[in-house]
């Protein structure tokens, strides 16, 4: 992983896995709808950025991997995808 990429990342509670080749964070809403709607929102912005996060939601949980699979390693894409959730998440709270 790119020092760029690192200091945003660990700043903002992203964490490495897969031997730096994925980061991974937990996002925690009051309510499942509110997940859901989050999660809504995100769909359009990965489809408009054409990438994907790989993610799961139980409730009002959910939990993203970013990766860039072409490159097997984090790239600026997943960069991208993570300010927009979390800029969107702030507005949860």
Same mark, same amino acid.
Request: charged share 30%; proline share 2%.
């Given at each position: *992983?790119?020092?760029?990429? $690192?200091?945003?990342?660990?700043?903002?509670? !992203?964490?490495?896995?897969?031997?730096?080749?994925? #980061? /991974?964070?937990?996002?925690?809403?009051?309510?499942?709808?509110?997940?859901?709607?989050?999660?809504?929102? *995100?769909?359009?912005?990965? $489809?408009?950025?054409?990438?994907?996060?790989? !993610?799961?939601?139980?409730?009002?949980?959910?939990? #993203? /991997?970013?990766?860039?699979?072409?490159?097997?390693?984090?790239?600026?894409?997943?960069?991208?995808?993570?300010?927009?959730?979390?800029?969107?998440?702030?507005?949860?709270?």
């Amino acid at each position: *992983m790119e020092k760029i990429l $690192e200091s945003y990342f660990l700043s903002n509670n !992203w964490k490495p896995t897969r031997k730096d080749k994925v #980061v /991974n964070k937990t996002f925690k809403f009051k309510s499942f709808k509110e997940a859901f709607s989050w999660m809504t929102e *995100m769909a359009i912005n990965a $489809e408009i950025l054409n990438h994907h996060p790989e !993610w799961t939601n139980v409730y009002n949980s959910i939990e #993203v /991997n970013l990766t860039t699979h072409d490159l097997n390693d984090i790239s600026e894409k997943d960069l991208k995808l993570a300010k927009l959730m979390d800029s969107s998440f702030e507005k949860y709270y």
